[in-house]
């Protein structure tokens, strides 16, 4: 967001607590994936991009946008990241100042959370600053959709902040689409992300039915996505990961059983993906024909989605850790990270040449990066798990390729 707007010769300045990552901006060193390394070191190099851990420059700026991380504690929202945000904003608000949270959260939260410790300075929303909602949209490695082609919802807290918050974004983003609240803005959010974990969920309960009657899955979803109309193609999987899917809808379950309501749908859902990387396991040690007391394992592709250098509640920790419980010996490989220590795991990324493939039993593929060398996999390896139906995708059907 910061380099949109900077682009479109806004001057723009991050605010982050971390000094490593404000020297990386400021040296033009691009840690974000989805933005392109030219783009970061032109909007730097014209100054129109800066960076910087002092928040007290925050009384320069006219238009805030908090996007700090959202994290769950236990079952439970971490509001401390927004907590301390609004503090610094606080400490440096003035008359004109609109203030936009783009944290995924629960509905309620920019009223109750943001509003009145920024009202507390005696300044009025709607009046003397705005205050509003804008869920942050990015889906990471998509090269269609990026800032400023996704359309952007945004609900204030009084008509006027909406308004408010419209203009600013429709300066650097093709749609905008106001809602009534900051609250409906919010639930957007929430529902979008709610809607994929339950049918990510409904049809990886399906996968194991599937097998069960000797269906292909894949095959039916894909026989089932030619109707024209009334349905979305949801494929199975490993287990759901990254920062948003499997969280997100956690912070709705969180709010909802505060004001006495059970969001059934969502707990049913988180429970059907955790048990993934276990059935995962299942099927590759009825696959596992040689019952050898150690067997060799190669994981490929680590983590939580194609193409995506993320680690963040990656499935694959489970199955590496369920895995290494039953003795197996596990290496893995994946382009994007050369080691892998997460938890009590600490790999160091494996050689894919012939030789190296024929010592391994298996492999499951549970990361289908479009850059693996699938056919050298499919060429040297003795037995591949694929759980996302990635070598079938490429036209690569052999008899030592079992698919989820
Ligand atoms: N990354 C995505 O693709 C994506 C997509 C949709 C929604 N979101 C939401 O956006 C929010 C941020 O996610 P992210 O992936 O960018 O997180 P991130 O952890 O990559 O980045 C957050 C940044 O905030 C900084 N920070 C922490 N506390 C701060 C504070 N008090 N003041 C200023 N900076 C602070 C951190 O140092 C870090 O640089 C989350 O609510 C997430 O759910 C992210």
Redesign the pocket.
Known sequence: MAVTFAKKGFKTTG????EK?VLRIKNKENYIHDVKDKDLKTVVEKKFLNATTDFSFLKNTDAIII????PLQGKNPDMS?IN??VE?VKDNLRKGHIIIL????YPGTTKEVLLPPLEKTGLKEGKDFFLAFS????D?GNEKFKTENTPKVVGGVSFVSTVVAKTLYEQVIETVIPVRSSGEAEMVKILENTFRIVNIALVNELTELCERMELNIWDIVDAAKTKPYGFMPFYPGPGVGG??IPI?PLYLAWKAKTIGLDTKFIQLASHVNHHMPSYVIKRLDKLLTKKKKHPKILIIGVSYKKDVRDLRETPVVEIIEQLQKQGKQVDYYDPLFHYFKINNIDLKCSAIDKKSLAKYDAAILVTDHTKLPYKAFADGLKLIFDTRNAFANRGIVRDNIKVL
């Open positions: 605010f982050d607590v971390s990552r996007c700090v991380p959202t990241f301390a945000s610094h783009e944290s995924t959260t869920p942050e949209r990015v990471p920062h948003c997100d």
